[in-house]
């Protein structure tokens, strides 16, 4: 291996890695060649880092390991992910983006990280740490699910498996039937230290196609012998531990290999191309040295992260203490012809209120009828989200992941990459738990995962904890996220179909215990999203013309109090997009608009219509009635409505006290 001392101040000569569109080509290359490639590699990453600045020591150091990955996996078809993706530039360089490199992290360049959208090689976007083992798993067991047979390998650093979320998923993974490489790249920050060549021996041994058939044929006749088959996995077991430390990840349920050494291209290859093919989660260490190649940063491996770009003068720059690009598409809402009309109330042949969390369960399973592609994944909730029907009915697509939210969401996330249709059910004070994966492993790459969210608004006797009091203002501010609250069964039943046949994020949020009392189609027909329902219109001799425009649960008070004051009365469906003609159209007819949600009233649907009313220049009189600035403490949900002054007589009471 060439060893560098400075950075290149010209392009380096990369005869053979010029020649490499695709990493297919390293398939059919020699030892030799493959050894040539990583130096090329090496050379160049040193003179396009120098050129743009950004990601230095990480890249250097899995030189030799991604040349392995690319030789032994079939990719794009086989899906390899990067976790946090310092380390994914060599990957980039091999996947044909090598003369953009010296533009990566400019404006208009190359993204610093993995990025879906840039290239079919990078299989899932990713920036923070800790995520490539559930976005790994879930593509792996959507393959199952299709009865595809490529393979999946997640790469992931020592540091990022220091996170919980790792181990969240290591957990999954290692009881579920799926095929998963997980390559831990261990760098010497962290982990263990090196237990020499016995390691490397064994690892070649454990790994070779005579000890694996051995191994599984050995099983088979020990089965036979009580107590024989026991004796046997201890005896392998404690071999490894005293090499290895694979104890941890073999009681996970994974066949752990390793350590070996990560810059010995040809035990990579060998390793690799042996692991691929073995059924069930499979966990190789690689021992690799973090600025490998270039002196300066082997010395100083935190120091040289990343540098800036390289001086006129060809000096090696400093460490560097450690793009802008388009925002998606606003959300459009759907083209309206005019606001439907309610249908009249009936009192006496109202059904039987329902649960939310029923509907839910209900609609699942139906929706799982007529559609093979859903998926559905609770992070320990499957009574209380119901979906104990749709596990019994469905037990190969129903997937509980323990109290692991974030786990949840990205597994979700790495199954939308695949084609699949999860669906996430989980509360709205838990996916507050797993809010960075909303955002960053789903919402920035548009993926198409449906989550309901059950105990949305002020839950009763759990208190503060459990109140659903946030998640309009912290689902509202994520660009390309739609969010939509029912006002009845009907509408809950209706908006989960919209959610989920949209094609990216969106939430149906609906509160914890019955609904007003409607009946439930049985039909799979979606609401149109973004379109308001006016449900009555205030009278021609009203003084004081107010139009109460109500988000979800707030609907069933806001009917009675529109009766009460003669108001109109819209059934608002949609905080994002929202309705723009039904709020402007109400805005023009009348003197106040009154705004009610079961959410904060900071940064909720409330605020969405008044940066409407102020981006349009609309001057009227704006109400909004929402959960007050604290946290509010347990008691039955009638009880602390009225308390917030959110119950019919609470409203009627602040509009009153708002007129002249």
Known sequence: MKLFDEIPAERPATPLLDTLDTPSALRAMSTAQLAQVADELRA????????SGGHFGAGLG??????????????????????VGHQAYPH???TGRREAMPNIRHYGGLAAFPRRAESEYDTFGVGHSSTSISAALGMAMAARAKGETRRTCAVIGDGALTAGMAFEALAHAGHVDANLLVVLNDNEMSISENVGGIASYLARILVSKPYTTMREGGKKVLSHLPGALELARRTEEHMKGMVSPATLFEEMGFNYIGPIDGHDLPLLVQTLRNMRDLDGPQFLHVRTCKGRGFLPAEADPIGYHAITKLEKNGETPPPAPVKKSKP???LRPTPRNELSRP????ELSRPTPRKYCNVFGDWLCDMAAADARLIGITPAMREGSDLLRFSREYP?????VAIAEQHAVTLAGGMACEGMKPVVAIYSTFLQRGYDQLIHDVAVQALDVTFAIDRAGLVGEDGPTHHGSLDLSY????????????????ECRAMLTA???HPGPAAVRYPRGNGPGVEIPAHLKPLSIGRAERRRECGAEAGGRIALLAFGSLNTPAADVAEALDTSHLNMRSIKPLDREAVLAAAADHDLLVTLEENVVAGGAGSAVNELLLAEGVQVAVLNLGLPDVFVEHGKPAELLAECGLDAKGIEASIRARLP
């Open 343 to 346: 249908t009249p109330r009936n």
């Open 396 to 400: 190969e697509r129903y997937f509980d």
């Open 499 to 501: 959610a989920y046949h």
């Open 62 to 83: 899995v030189v030799e390991l991604t040349v392995a990955l690319h030789q032994a996996l079939e990719t794009p078809r086989d899906r390899l992910v990067w976790d």
């Open 92 to 94: 980039k360089i091999l």
């Open 475 to 490: 689902l509202r501010c994520i660009p390309g996220m739609v969010v939509l609250a029912p006002a009845d069964e009907a």
């Open 44 to 51: 160049y990453l040193l003179y396009s880092v120098g050129v």
């Open 328 to 330: 998606d598409d606003l």
